[in-house]
């Protein structure tokens, strides 16, 4: 952050969230800015629920360029925004808002950043049988870009309940048959007999409890592709099993690097530096991880 003056040319982006103390995000987009040498400046908003819609009459009356959304307003956001793309649209949440002359456009690089990641390392999910761990906000968001770029979907969750109503959602918007099935190992084995990639969109294994794992390491194998959305430790119980067992592996990293490099890019129009975006966040997880 060394040479940067602000100015009256100056834009602004900035993330709105619920506690937000804890957010990477301008690490990431304020180090990008630098690096691309944009007049951009990225800035933590703590925003409380009830004030939400206050904030984003703000975003207008200051004409912030774009903002990141993060918990608890992912969902709450939207009948305050102009307009959504299609895929925000269709997943029920927003993570990113760009300011466009004043119309207020919402999408969801969650979903996109996830499928980046896959494609970056040469994964095509498109026919390919995935299973999805967890049925929350982030399995959403990943199982409908999924189901949407034709992947074959088995989603477990602990309540079962949560992984039927996401399922009914699939097929209602897509017209696919998504399975449900209840989180036990039984149903686990079944599953990744035939699997091609396993996606862990729940909490298990992440800081403190960093001995979890979803999955009982005998079930992985060669022929897998494991992702893991938790980045916080940086190589969960699952990867490491994963990798031990022979499979490839991506890290919660890469997703949240994609999200923010996607974000970026939509209020920049230049191409995020995502190699910098990820050692800064490597290197913030590491302090955080000491
Ligand atoms: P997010 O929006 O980040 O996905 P969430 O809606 O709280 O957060 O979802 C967390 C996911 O992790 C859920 O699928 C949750 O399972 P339930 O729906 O049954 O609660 C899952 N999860 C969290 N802790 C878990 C645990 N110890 N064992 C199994 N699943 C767990």
Redesign the pocket.
Known sequence: MSDRTISAKTRLCGVIGDPIEHTMSPAIHNAAFIQTGLDYVYIPFHVKEKELGKAIDGMRALNVRGLNVTLPHKVTIIPFLDELDSLAEKIGAVNTVTNDEGILKGSNTDASGFLQALLERGIEPKGKKVIVL??????RAISFILAERGAHLVIL???LE?AVELAGRLLTTFSKEVRALK?IAENLTWALEEADILIN????GMSPNISET?VPSNLLRSGLTVSDIVYNPIKTRLLREAEEAGAETISGVDMFVWQGALSFERWTGVKAPIKLMRDEVIKELQAHEK
Request: glycine share 18%; hydrophobic share 25%; net charge positive.
């Open positions: 967890g049925a929350g906000g982030a399995s969750n602990r309540r949560r989180l969109t729940t909490s298990m979803p």
